[in-house]
């Protein structure tokens, strides 16, 4: 599935999310690119997401760059293992990143090679 951050970002704020019914919290995704930084903040208010672009100051922030960000959202990775590789830098409060896991597609890793059909 294809999906842009911007779609994303439309879709989680669309509808309330269960599995965030318990945060009232603000979250701030900068997404870099070569040359550019996106600011995403997300106020998230007992399961609902409000989302816009500004760089403010949040409960915690997550920073990655545009392709592993674009795999997040397509649960082609996952947000809390990356993180432990180092390849999203989390600051604040570290349970917000295990939020927005919870709205991310689910992760399906690679399948392996001697699985695949014809091997």
Do not use: C
């Amino acid at each position: 599935m294809t999906i842009t951050v911007e779609e994303f970002f439309d879709r989680i704020s669309a509808e309330p999310h269960p599995v965030l019914h318990d945060i009232t919290a603000t979250l701030r995704v900068d997404v870099t690119e070569p040359g550019k930084t996106t600011h995403w903040y997300l106020e998230i208010d007992r399961g609902k997401v409000a989302v816009s672009q500004r760089d403010e100051p949040a409960d915690a922030v997550m920073g990655t760059n545009l392709d592993l960000f674009e795999r997040l959202i397509t649960g082609r990775a996952n947000a809390v293992a990356a993180t432990l590789r180092g390849q999203v830098r989390v600051e604040g409060d570290p349970s917000l990143l295990v939020a927005l896991q919870a709205v991310l597609p689910s992760y399906v890793p690679n399948e392996p090679a001697s699985t695949k059909e014809g091997h």
